[in-house]
């Protein structure tokens, strides 16, 4: 499984767009490119997944080089209530029915949001 | 809020302990994941059950181990506990060969 690279900690403003970088040179091309946020004493919860160029939901944009070596989470007019752990994870989908797909987190990127 | 639910929510034991901790996954969700995070730490995945059975385990020795039900719920037991065990323990439920996980609030396991 991949390794991942993420800034240990942000901060930005409310309001403002928020863009934090991964980096898996070792992606292999079977990966797939996938975030969570996590908040203080919750469980991680899913943002976005993505495989390659630009995935878009609700919540945040998905960047992704023609290399995939890097990705970019980019979060849209933030509020303090996105204060939290976001989580980088790159990984194989494509497992089957065997049901053997497994995360391997890192220490995440520590976003402050301030008024 | 996703469906998975963890029990208890925090829990002390002492070392040489032993202790289950209990998880019921989302709703049609038939593989469930268990996570030990340490306090300032991501994740580390512990093991996976797929229809009852262990599919995948993470860099944990054997005295952690399983179960998963045929209602797809599953137990995280760890036996002769020690103090670097403590850690909030996380459930996560998905579907077989999806990667998108739905984590449970966890429990806060503290070992004196």
């Known amino acids: 499984l991949a390794k991942t690279t993420q800034p240990i900690s942000m901060d930005s403003y409310e309001g403002q767009e928020v863009n934090i970088t991964c980096s898996h040179n070792n992606i292999a091309t079977n990966d797939y490119i996938t975030w969570y946020q996590q908040f203080p004493s919750q469980g991680p919860r899913f943002i976005i997944q993505g495989y390659k160029t630009k995935v878009t939901n609700e919540v945040a944009s998905l960047f992704i080089p023609a290399d995939r070596k890097s990705s970019t989470l980019s979060l849209p007019r933030v509020s303090l209530s996105d204060t939290a752990v976001y989580y980088c994870?790159?990984?194989?989908?494509?497992?089957?029915?065997?049901?053997?797909?497994?995360?391997?987190f890192g220490t995440g990127t520590r976003l402050k949001v301030l008024a | 809020e996703t469906g998975v639910t963890q029990s208890p929510t925090h829990l002390i034991k002492t070392r040489g302990q032993q202790v289950t901790l209990r998880c019921s996954s989302q709703?049609?969700?038939?593989?469930v994941s268990w996570y030990q995070q340490a306090l300032g730490q991501g994740p580390q995945f512990i093991f996976q059950y797929y229809r009852e059975e262990e599919n995948g385990r993470g860099n944990f020795p054997p005295r952690f181990s399983g179960l998963q039900f045929p209602n797809y719920s599953s137990e995280l037991n760890v036996n002769a506990l020690e103090l670097d065990d403590s850690a909030l323990y996380l459930c996560?439920?998905?579907?077989?060969?999806?990667?998108?996980?739905?984590f449970g609030p966890g429990t806060r396991l503290t070992v004196t």
């Open positions: 996560a439920s998905s579907l077989a060969g999806r990667s998108e996980q739905y």
């Open positions: 709703s049609g969700h038939n593989t």
């Open positions: 994870l790159v990984g194989d989908i494509n497992s089957g029915t065997s049901g053997t797909y497994k995360y391997i």
